[in-house]
């Protein structure tokens, strides 16, 4: 009788949580209606919505510009990381609790739209898209050319630097006519390659000292508050460093003699080719004896695993004034313009009232190889997504659309200091004035979309450890290849793949 009883309760409960996923109001195209006359979809009654975004400022702003074009329909926002978005919708979304849109990395679009939580959209609002928007945004979206979610910003690496040290840095050794004074001009020139800066760079040690110069405002960057020396440890590897540990910052070396993951449309899981030879022969031209093994590098001395060589001792420290290049995305410039004011106040690096980030800072495209090609880079993106399961899917639509507005556009730019996804950068006041934005668009030309595959989400270790099965466990290039082809294979075995 227990036995029975129990089972009847097991039943009971099981009915309970199902009957706790909240129904689709709307799941097609044609379950739309849309209105000829507004040129928007037909509001529901009543209709009230909620957007997930990691920034009140931006939130509030959005809600102004919307209130202003619909004042029938109210628009309130929760602050949910973006990071986070995907995996809560996944979880709130059946449960009735979701946000009708809302914010999440590019990455996360394989996931929400396998997991049937993202509404695909209508031909409309697609075609909408293709024409304001990159295509090497917009195309971390799609899927069998349907569309899933709304490019909103964009995010790539580029050559960051510190025009200050490069100005104080001689021309480098290259075969590209120059008559460039300084390593500055140089490279803003685009008059040497990107072998030659590299060997260059390890032929001073990857120190000031060995070139000989004198930095300017050394007491700045390199002392502490209380005119204490930093220590050693923290005044190595100081012209050049990025996050050598990392694939993403990585990849563009492996595209020198063309080299694409995945494959030309980058969504055949079948194309890893990390084992062919355009790879091996992309490494042996980049590689020199520079990269990063402690046993014989000239670029990074004393380094003894590419771990070491992350956020803190590469972007950490170029944001301090002390490193004078480094590859990282428009991300390092957030805590340079939460400091410039105290900076100014302070009169450090000379600065006066008048000066601005671009006065110091710059941004470019990866120098070219040696061969002509440019390096490539990932295209990062942020996107909105919109929850199937929402009561109000016209309102939900209006909103998505809404948020890839140019009046939009210009709150991602001048808020969130994010560069916006958008074809036409005139429209947004000051994008093109802004050189340094301007730099990572150029390398924006030479990027790749992301994966849009399940499999993307198991290409980083790979990716990244061709690297490390060449620099820490000593391998032959081609040895480092196999074996990371092999760890390729392996996790999609385990992943059931």
């Known amino acids: 009788m227990r036995k029975l009883l129990s089972i009847i309760m097991i039943l009971a409960l099981m009915l309970s949580l199902a009957g706790c996923k909240k129904s689709v109001t709307a799941k097609f195209e044609d379950d739309l209606k849309w209105d000829d006359k507004s040129q928007s979809y037909a509001m529901e009654k009543d209709a009230k919505l909620m957007l997930w975004t990691d920034n009140d400022e931006f939130a509030e702003k959005v809600i102004e510009l919307w209130d202003k074009k619909y004042p029938d329909v109210t628009l309130e926002y929760e602050n949910v990381a973006a990071n986070d978005s995907a995996k809560k919708i996944k979880l709130d979304g059946p449960a009735g609790l979701g946000a009708d849109v809302f914010y999440m990395p590019h990455n996360s679009v394989v996931d929400t739209r396998e997991s049937g939580t993202l509404y695909k959209l209508p031909e409309r609002v697609k075609e909408m898209v293709m024409n304001d928007m990159q295509e090497s945004a917009y195309k971390v979206a799609m899927y069998e050319n349907d569309m899933y979610a709304i490019p909103s910003s964009i995010e790539n690496i580029a050559l960051v630097y510190n025009k200050q040290l490069l100005k104080a840095l001689p021309v480098l050794p290259t075969t590209i006519k120059t008559s460039a004074t300084n390593l500055l001009e140089q490279v803003e020139n685009k008059e040497i390659y990107m072998e030659e800066l590299l060997e260059g760079i390890a032929s001073w040690g990857n120190n000031y000292s060995g070139v000989g110069i004198e930095v300017p405002y050394k007491q700045d960057r390199f002392y502490k508050g209380d005119g204490e020396e930093i220590s050693e440890s923290e005044d190595i590897h100081t012209i050049l460093a990025w996050q050598l540990y990392d694939a993403y910052h990585n990849y563009p070396f492996l595209t020198r003699d063309g080299y694409r993951v995945f494959g030309s449309d980058n969504n055949n899981p079948d ?227």
């Open 271 to 497: 194309m890893f080719d990390i084992d062919k030879p355009e790879v091996r022969s992309s490494i042996e031209a980049v590689i020199g004896d520079w990269y990063g093994n402690k046993d014989k590098s000239r670029l990074f001395p004393g380094l003894a695993t590419l771990e070491d060589m992350g956020w803190d001792q590469a972007p950490s420290r170029f944001q301090k004034g002390q490193v004078a290049m480094t590859i990282t995305g428009p991300w390092v410039m957030q805590d340079i313009k939460k400091n410039w004011d105290l900076w100014i106040q302070e009169g450090k690096f000379g600065l006066t009232p008048d000066s601005e980030p671009s006065d110091i800072f710059g941004a470019t495209a990866l120098p070219k190889f040696s061969n002509g090609n440019n390096p490539i880079t990932f295209s990062g993106v942020q996107v909105t997504g919109m929850n199937i399961y929402t009561n109000y899917p016209n309102a939900a639509m209006n909103l998505i659309s809404f948020l890839a507005s140019d009046e939009v556009m210009k709150v991602v730019y001048s808020t969130l200091g994010k560069i916006p996804a958008v074809k036409d950068s005139s429209k947004i006041p000051g994008l093109n004035e802004d050189s340094i934005s301007n730099g990572f668009l150029e390398q924006a030309i030479y990027s790749h979309a992301m994966p849009v595959i399940q499999e993307g989400n198991y290409m980083w270790d790979p990716l990244r450890d061709v690297w490390t099965n060449i620099f820490v466990e000593k391998m032959s290039i081609e040895e480092a290849q196999a074996k990371s082809l092999s760890d390729y294979q392996r996790i999609l075995e385990d992943a059931g793949k």
